[in-house]
């Protein structure tokens, strides 16, 4: 699929969900090219981001480095999306908390922004709904294609942008799993695209040669300075009392003191353990990938 392939499906409009308060945020995002020839582009992390480290950080820059040397694009903004609450995994801080760490965080990126709409989104009865990744590419698309316009051209034209998922090497590596993943959202999410962080002692080769039909969409970035910073293991320090300062944003480290959030909690198990929250070496999307077996798969 070329740059400017339209995307895989209809958007699908937040109008028509049920929402707490909702705005989507634009305040960062380009909404005019500096860069003649390229096609805009919008990456989305997706994650449990509990809490936000700087390896969660280092993927969106890493991937800005390789979409400039690498592609026809030009990234016009980035997104982290907090998972929802529905996700009821050991160690997961309320949306509330997760969404502010994570704006502390950014909040001196010039183009990175966070959208809460996973955490706010809810079934009738006012719970927490669990939002598929698939549904939450499409709903990028909307806000950003449909709702804006899109995003406007050197020549003063207005572009569809590309919307991709920003993810780990594990991602890519379970997709290739047959039966792990819905056809349906395998098809809504590589029809997107998706930019997966390498990580040392992986070989996703194998992975995207099984999935050939979507090679064109994914591209693999090298992690040329390993990290393997993790949400999992800032937990674990935090629950043994230990300092988690340069490991995540001191903003951050702030936070978590001012609400006291990670104390006291309860082993995690050696499954989820093996599940980094969003970074290289488990995918941003790994929580999104667990729970679409528990729930009904769909598109």
């Not at 699929?1 to 308060?21: Q, V």
């Not at 965080?105 to 996973?118: G, I, K, N, R, Y």
Request: proline share 7%.
């Amino acid at each position: 699929m070329s740059s400017s392939a339209p995307p895989p499906s209809e958007p699908t409009p937040a109008a028509t969900l049920t929402l707490a308060p909702y705005t989507f945020p634009t305040q960062k995002l380009k909404r005019r090219q500096v860069l003649e020839g390229k096609a805009p582009l919008v990456l989305v992390a997706c994650g449990s981001f509990s809490p936000i480290t700087f390896l969660h950080l280092r993927m969106f820059e890493m991937a800005s480095d390789f979409v400039r040397f690498n592609t026809e694009f030009e990234v016009c903004g980035g997104y982290i999306s907090p998972v929802s609450d529905a996700y009821k995994k050991a160690g997961l801080a309320p949306g509330e908390h997760r969404v502010n760490m994570c704006s502390r965080a950014v909040d001196q990126s010039p183009w990175l922004m966070v959208d809460p709409f996973e955490t706010v989104k809810c079934n009738a009865e006012g719970e927490p709904e669990y939002v598929p990744t698939a549904e939450v590419l499409r709903h990028f698309d909307y806000e950003i294609n449909t709702v804006l316009g899109g995003i406007e051209g050197t020549d003063g034209k207005m572009r569809k942008a590309r919307v991709a998922l920003l993810a780990g090497a594990d991602l890519i590596m379970s997709m290739g799993e047959p039966g792990l993943w819905s056809p349906a959202d395998l098809k809504v999410i590589l029809g997107y695209g998706a930019f997966i962080i390498e990580r040392s002692g992986t070989d996703v080769d194998d992975a995207v040669a099984s999935l050939r039909e979507y090679d064109g969409n994914i591209w693999v970035i090298s992690q040329v300075i390993q990290n393997d910073i993790s949400s999992t293991k800032v937990r674990l320090f935090l629950k043994k009392d230990l300092s988690v300062r340069y490991l995540i944003p001191d903003p951050v480290v702030e936070y978590i003191e001012e609400h006291q959030l990670f104390q006291g909690q309860q082993n995690e198990s050696s499954k989820e353990k093996a599940t980094s929250d969003g970074a290289p070496g488990s995918s941003s999307s790994s929580d999104q990938q667990q729970q679409q077996q528990q729930q009904p798969k769909k598109s």
